[in-house]
């Protein structure tokens, strides 16, 4: 999501990609959970301004809340969070230019966080499920599916036995760089399940039986030379007997309220200006679609020449991932959270 150069981008998405993607439904999903379970049950006492710590709504069945530890053993940070009585395990791996820290918001435990939109979306949805989740940063920009994978595994089986979930299921999620790293990863450890997103993995580098964990594709077909790679190994994975399946993400058209709605923080005024200015300098078609990626549209010339300006700099890589979101052909998307979750939980 930070590749500056429009052409380079164009050529080079095969080999690097950043990856991150979407999220309306868990956005909505969870914005019922937190009004309906959370702010609704407390109304009574937070409107007579009585929070007492008898409130039976106030433990976290309630409230999904970041609440992350930062670690860094032998040189590599994790950044976890475990919800009560968790059920199962989640390790995240992150695209290039990626990290550990895009997952969480920003907070006292984590300063360097910078809870990207969809990465933050997944976290919640999955604390809310039940999942304790860790996240690994990649060593470099990208990661290495030779050096890394012995190190990550290390770190999991530690980390997993330390906190006592060893008998929990283990299941991951890897986007782009992070989907080929899964791939691997799940060829030398055991996993519930898997999910790769917009990435066709490395099943012609591993060895595929019948124990490889179960496999669902999160990708977006506008992409079609990695479709038809998906497309391919979806066949010969189902061929070799391992259960897979496939999510298709397709593009969203901006409206004035798109960028409000998805980026935390984005204030409708912000959105509404936004949206005019790509509509007026041709970024969008009539319909409100995005003509490029957002890696690739000088929407951050046109905003400064138009003197927009944001809450802060992180916004506009909040910005761009939404951007990149809606144009759907290559980015973390938290909008499939429902498919994914109920994905690993069928396979625990
Ligand atoms: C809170 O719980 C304690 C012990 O169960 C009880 O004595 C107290 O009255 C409760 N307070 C309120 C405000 O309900
Ligand atoms: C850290 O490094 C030591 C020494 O190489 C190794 O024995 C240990 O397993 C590593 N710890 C983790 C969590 O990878």
């Not at 990649?138 to 290495?144: A, F, I, M, Q, V």
């Not at 496999?215 to 066949?235: G, Q, S, Y």
């Amino acid at each position: 999501m930070y590749n500056r150069g429009a052409t380079k981008w164009q050529k080079r998405f095969t080999k690097l990609r950043s990856f991150r993607l979407p999220l309306l439904i868990t956005f909505m999903a969870l914005m019922f959970v937190v009004v309906i379970l959370g702010i609704d049950k407390k109304k009574p006492t937070s409107q007579l301004g009585l929070m007492t710590q008898n409130d039976s709504n106030l433990d976290d069945e309630s409230v999904i809340r970041f609440d992350p530890t930062v670690e860094i053993l032998n040189g590599t940070e994790i950044i976890w969070q475990i919800p009560n009585s968790p059920r199962s395990v989640l390790f995240l791996a992150h695209g290039c230019n990626g990290k550990a820290a895009n997952f969480w918001d920003k907070s006292t435990n984590c300063d360097h966080c910078v809870g990207l939109p969809e990465e933050r979306a997944i976290v919640l949805e999955a604390i809310a499920r039940k999942f304790a989740v860790i996240a690994v940063s990649s060593k470099g920009k990208c990661w290495s599916l030779m050096k890394e994978t012995l190190v990550v595994e290390r770190i999991i089986k530690w980390w997993v036995k330390k906190q006592n979930l060893e008998s929990l299921p283990l299941v991951a999620l890897g986007a782009s760089s992070g989907g080929y790293f899964v791939s691997m990863l799940a060829s030398k450890m055991k996993f519930s399940s898997i999910v790769v997103m917009i990435a066709e993995g490395v099943f012609d580098q591993i060895d595929v039986t019948e124990h490889y964990p179960s496999t669902l594709f999160v990708h977006m077909p506008k992409d079609k030379r990695r479709k038809k790679m998906i497309d391919a190994n979806l066949e010969i994975m189902r061929r070799k007997g391992v259960d897979v399946a496939e999510v298709q993400c397709l593009e969203l058209p901006l409206t004035p309220r798109f960028l409000a709605d998805r980026v935390l923080g984005l204030d409708l005024k912000n959105s509404v200006q936004l949206f005019n200015l790509f509509k007026e300098k041709g970024f969008i078609d009539k319909n409100g679609y995005l003509i490029n990626d957002g890696r690739v549209i000088p929407w951050k010339e046109a905003m400064s020449e138009r003197k927009i300006s944001l809450p802060n700099k992180l916004f506009v890589n909040y910005i761009q991932e939404e951007l990149n979101l809606a144009f759907a052909y290559h980015e973390m998307t938290s909008l499939q959270s429902l498919q994914i979750f109920n994905w690993y939980e069928s396979h625990l």
